[in-house]
């Protein structure tokens, strides 16, 4: 999809458009490190399909600097820094870059350097991006555009909602979406108060957060609504076991928190059209995912006479995603003829564990550390079964893009998860057919358990093609959930205390 090329005129030529500025530290393929890249990629274009007027501003690091197209300077901002307008190459969203050399021109990655280690100034990184999208809020930029409502993603933005809520006088209201509320930005307090960010954040009524600065309670606490990525992670986080030590704010807030599910993007995740695989393929023609199989194991050295069924965990290498419960059901997976091939990054001892796993085991286990989008592809593809489980899951797009590609999720019941998975053996699925296979315990056992309970699933052909076609018939596009975010938009518009902008916001002629 394209922004530049949908019809806009059949919204009406005098038809408002809503005007949003949609703020984030991520936004693939200017800047990735998780789901919350692709979310931020995705969802403001589904709602441009809808007819809203919508820019994200991202901060200008090198890459986002060197793959967006047509910039062009604006401003240069009185605070430090300039700001560029310019569009995503694939989908042409428009996006202002905050292109502060000290703070963003830098090698590694959004938060960390080479060697993983968060940048020691990031409280003033964010705090600086937050402040220069309040001010584009406030006065609009250059050429006149200026957003009726501002919404806000994770910690890195969580100041934006605060510096808005403080400023006296009319604004726009603020949205801010918790993609994982366990990154939460806490800094010393002495280091908000060096930055002379306001008295009254610095307070436990503000962002105070046991004795630390917490940018995320500051979003939590300012935004006038709240979201996040599952109904499940709506209502677990109002609970010690997933608040994080937000839940009592969360508890304050439950009235204006929702969850909306994410959706994925489903031009992205294609089999039917998927330039990574050598055989397009879709729920009534599987030869091309048995193309996929026969590769990915010749590719990687795996038996290509194995009968079990081939285990595929993408994800990254943390204490979230369980990985090392994974690690110690690795011996009763191979134990039960799978083959098994892992693919992420995260956490150096789990990476050096998995690594030192498969020494000696080629045939049936291989581990390829690092992330790459289209070996991802072809992993899904591939795969029979995905290996998804998570400590807990905001959404969890890993095993929606699993199951569009037939690979059926070996997960854990929470969040998201929850919300997208169905067990084959559930009662409880009003007689549809279930898409995967879930367990409770975040334990060992409880994932090995499943994993034979999925190997005996593997040997009967009709309950599998049954699961297999269910997976890959379930809507996960954005549509559904982009009109969700847009009545939430338009409830807070109209219960705004800011009166509407008062110029008139026809539709623009075209660029
Ligand atoms: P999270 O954002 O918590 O990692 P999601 O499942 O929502 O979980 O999104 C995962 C995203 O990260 C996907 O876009 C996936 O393509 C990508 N991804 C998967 N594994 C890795 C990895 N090891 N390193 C970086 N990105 C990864
Ligand atoms: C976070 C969460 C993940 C979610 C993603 C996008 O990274 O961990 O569950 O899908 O954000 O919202």
New binding site residues.
Partial sequence: MDVRNMDVTSYGPSVHRLRVLFATSELFPLA???????VCAALPVALAALGVDIRAILPGYVSALDTARGKRTLSRLPSGGTLLLARTPDTGLPVYLLDWPELFRRPGGPYQDQDKRDWPDNLRRFAAFSAAAAALAEQGDTAGWRPELVHANDWHTGLLPAFLALRHGPRSPSLFTI??LVFQGNFPLDAARALSLPEALLTPDGAEFYGRFSCLKAGLRYADRLTTVSPTYAREILTPAFGAGMEGLLRARAADLTGIL?GIDTDIWNPAADPALPVPFDADHLAGKRAAKAALRRELGLDPTADGPLVVG????TE??MADVVLAALPALLDMGAQVVL????DPGLEAAFRAAAIGRADQLAVRI??Q?TL?HRLNAAADLAL?PSRF???????M?AMRYGALPVTRKVGGLADTVTDIDSTQTGGRPGTGFTFDDPTAAALADCLRRAGSRFRDPIAWRRAQRAAMGRDFSWEGSARRYLALYDDMVVSADAPRSPEPAFLEAAE
């Fill in positions: 990735k490190t998780g789901g919350l890249g692709d993609h994982n994410n993408v994800n990254r290498l979230q995603k693919h992420g990054e995260g690092g992330y989008e991802a998804t899951e905001p959404c969890g797009l890993t095993t893009y």
